[in-house]
């Protein structure tokens, strides 16, 4: 049967800044205090204002958390600044079903996308507008802001990948992105 029905989308995306518009969009924020233990300068972090914005998250969840075969979409837009050398990242994460994929892209400003296999081996990818990243099974990844200006990034990623904070909370990636005479640097740690 034919439904001769024209609708409009219940969502919208705007192509350059990445926003998200519509029906429940989710939308959420992480501050200086919410990123205890993410950096590595706990001395530079503790002279920051708690309530300074890092980074937030809109994200278009349609089917429940751990849907088999369903699809999430999200932007990501983190803020310019630094904690000591470090640059203002994502927490990171690998996948709670590890082998599940993600696709990132560059939507705005100038970023590293910095990935971390089940051997701790740590590398990373230079992110900018138009850049298309393959996230792997069993990779760990985060984000950090190498700019001036907002750096904002788009992803997708399937409903039943999950996310396990524990792993990188315990014992975090074996490189850090830091900032060496004005370029962005990965050194161990
Ligand atoms: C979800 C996807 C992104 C991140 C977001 C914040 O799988 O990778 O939406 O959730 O960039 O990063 P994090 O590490 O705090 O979740
Ligand atoms: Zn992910």
């Not at 001769?4 to 192509?15: A, R, T």
């Not at 190498?146 to 014992?171: M, Q, R, V």
Request: hydrophobic share 35%; aromatic share 10%.
């Amino acid at each position: 049967m034919m439904h001769n029905s024209i609708s409009e989308p219940s969502q919208s995306l705007q192509p350059e800044s990445g926003y998200l518009q519509g029906e429940g969009i989710m939308n959420s924020e992480k501050r200086i205090k919410h990123l205890k233990g993410v950096f590595g300068d706990d001395d530079a972090f503790n002279k920051l204002d708690l309530e300074k914005l890092v980074y937030k998250v809109q994200a278009h969840l349609p089917v429940k958390e751990g849907t088999p075969g369903g699809l999430y979409f999200g932007t990501t837009t983190i803020q310019p600044g630094k904690i000591g050398k470090e640059y203002f990242m994502t927490r990171g994460h690998f996948h709670a079903n590890a082998d599940r994929a993600e696709y990132y892209w560059g939507v705005q400003g100038d970023g590293m996308l910095i990935l971390m296999d089940s051997n701790r081996c740590t590398w990373a990818e230079r992110m900018f507008p138009g850049s298309l990243h393959y996230i792997g099974s069993f990779i760990a990844h985060r984000v950090a802001n190498t700019g001036k200006t907002p750096l904002i990034f788009g992803a997708c990623w399937i409903s039943d990948a999950g996310h396990n904070y524990e792993e990188i909370a315990s014992n975090g990636f074996s490189g850090r992105l830091v900032e060496i005479e004005g370029k962005p640097k990965l050194v161990e740690g």
